[in-house]
């Protein structure tokens, strides 16, 4: 495996510690003679790894495979990277492509029985015919199973490393590379080479069709982000309003309704607005059309964060990319609170509420989410229910005990709607 794997050279980098890597090294240590109790203490650690990454991303049946399959699919490199764009084209590195996927065949047929004989062990064995134990999609990263064990598959079946490079170049091209063509949203961190993206992978399923009413809201949002994803002029966009209507929800089903055309998400909270230039280094160049999503934004007077998103949404130096837009949800109109000393004077108040009323003004659309009156919330609370067929009250009942909630509960909304109808669920069990 080790003079294998040391031969490839555009799939070269999987990271200084990866499985695959330290599997070579056992397995070249193991020709060499070294000892049979290191080598399977060794050989067990990265099979825990392997088991460990597996129920993360939810592998079965041949765990091997899969694992090798995660590695090509989410390898960042020249020939992915362009292959995201434009597919697979004819081009000198192509050879050394398929030179790589060549030595990436015999991996995937690798014969670890003399190993497992010399060792006594049959760890590899297992890890080939394995069988994971169901899991609730919420606890893995369910898409990316799903890309795995399909491109897995077709990969398995492939005759030669000529097969295999139609089945990988095409994945690339319809779905792209690494994390971004696997996941839908994130959300980053701080990490050792500066800002990180990591997936969410339990990300609210809401569709448009579930948002009872705000007809009009939906539909400027939904064609702000149609002309966005077209490549047509679109705006940076807050949505704004009271409580609980509904603004967090319509930003996450519009990225459910277009994630599989090329539509992704990136959360970012108000301490890390300084980090947004660097965001956005790093994605401008994808082939994807990125929201960068800032939920309940607001400052307090004293905060001065917004300049940070001031600057980005303004341009600056370097001009906001095509393939960015912000979306903001916030139940204040103006985001950043005036204080006393904004009235002290007028000479301080025009400048000071110029500088921090204009932060709303460039979002070019301006989406309001008012409160629902009573019909409006009996609406929502009938369609809720009719959803849940283990709801089975009388309507009448079920409204009167819906506004009787929304008292005690914080007055009417479509979050208190939402919160009733759980309530009642949880009766039922």
């Known amino acids: 495996m080790y003079h294998e794997t040391a031969k490839l050279i555009v799939y070269r980098n999987f990271g200084g510690d990866s499985i695959l890597e330290n599997f070579a090294e056992i397995f070249r240590d193991w020709e060499v003679g070294h000892d049979r109790?290191?080598?399977?203490?060794?050989?067990?650690?990265?099979?825990?790894?392997?088991?460990?990454?597996?129920?993360?991303?939810?592998?079965?049946?041949?765990?091997?495979?899969?694992?090798?399959?995660?590695?090509?699919?989410?390898?960042?490199?020249?020939?992915?990277?362009?292959?995201?764009?434009?597919?697979?084209?004819?081009?000198?590195?192509?050879?050394?492509v398929k030179n790589d996927l060549g030595i990436f065949y015999q991996l995937f047929h690798y014969d670890f029985s003399p190993i497992e004989r010399a060792l006594d062990i049959d760890c590899f064995s297992i890890l080939t015919n394995y069988h994971a134990i169901p899991k609730e999609k919420k606890n893995y990263f369910d898409n990316i199973s799903r890309a795995v064990h399909r491109v897995s598959d077709a990969l398995a079946k492939a005759k030669d490393a000529d097969?295999?490079?139609?089945?990988?170049?095409?994945?690339?091209?319809?779905?792209?590379?690494?994390?971004?063509?696997?996941?839908?949203?994130?959300?980053?961190r701080e990490g050792a080479?500066?800002?990180?993206?990591?997936?969410?992978?339990?990300?609210?399923?809401v569709r448009l069709s579930d948002l009872v009413g705000?007809?009009?809201?939906?539909?400027?949002?939904?064609?702000?982000?149609?002309?966005?994803?077209?490549?047509?002029?679109?705006?940076?966009?807050?949505?704004?309003?009271?409580?609980?209507t509904g603004k967090s929800t319509s930003v996450k089903a519009i990225l459910n309704e277009y994630a599989e055309i090329g539509l992704r998400m990136i959360e970012i909270y108000k301490h890390q607005?300084?980090?947004?230039?660097?965001?956005i280094g790093q994605i401008k160049k994808r082939n994807y059309k990125f929201i960068?999503?800032?939920?309940?934004?607001?400052?307090e007077e004293f905060e001065i964060e917004y300049k940070y998103l001031k600057?980005?949404?303004?341009?600056?130096?370097?001009?906001?990319?095509?393939?960015?837009?912000?979306?903001?949800?916030?139940?204040?109109?103006?985001?950043?609170?005036?204080?006393?000393?904004?009235?002290?004077?007028?000479?301080?108040?025009?400048?000071?509420?110029?500088?921090?009323?204009?932060?709303?003004?460039?979002?070019?659309?301006?989406?309001?989410?008012?409160?629902?009156d009573k019909k409006e919330y009996h609406e929502i609370i009938k369609f809720l229910a009719a959803k849940q067929p283990e709801i089975t009250l009388p309507e009448e009942e079920l409204l009167a005990r819906a506004d009787q909630w929304a008292i005690r509960n914080g007055g009417i909304s479509c979050r208190t709607a939402q919160q009733f109808i759980n309530d009642v669920l949880a009766e039922k069990k």
């Not at 705000?214 to 400027?220: H, P, T």
């Not at 607005?273 to 965001?279: S, Y």
Request: glycine share 6%; aromatic share 12%.
């Open 37 to 96: 109790d290191e080598l399977i203490s060794r050989i067990y650690a990265e099979v825990k790894r392997l088991l460990d990454l597996s129920t993360a991303y939810g592998f079965d049946k041949n765990l091997w495979q899969n694992y090798l399959t995660f590695l090509l699919i989410t390898n960042e490199n020249s020939f992915s990277l362009t292959a995201e764009k434009q597919g697979a084209r004819e081009g000198s590195v192509n050879h050394f």
């Open 163 to 188: 097969e295999m490079f139609v089945v990988l170049s095409s994945f690339y091209r319809d779905c792209g590379v690494g994390m971004f063509g696997l996941n839908r949203a994130f959300r980053i």
């Open 193 to 205: 080479q500066g800002v990180e993206f990591y997936p969410i992978n339990n990300a609210d399923e």
């Open 214 to 244: 705000y007809e009009l809201q939906k539909e400027r949002l939904i064609r702000n982000t149609e002309s966005f994803l077209a490549g047509q002029r679109a705006n940076n966009v807050l949505l704004y309003g009271d409580a609980g």
């Open 273 to 279: 607005f300084k980090d947004l230039t660097a965001v």
């Open 292 to 299: 960068i999503f800032m939920d309940d934004l607001s400052f």
């Open 311 to 372: 600057a980005v949404i303004e341009g600056g130096v370097e001009s906001r990319p095509d393939n960015v837009l912000i979306y903001a949800t916030s139940n204040r109109r103006h985001l950043i609170r005036e204080s006393f000393q904004d009235r002290s004077d007028d000479v301080h108040r025009n400048d000071s509420m110029a500088e921090k009323t204009s932060l709303a003004d460039r979002f070019g659309v301006s989406i309001l989410f008012g409160t629902p």
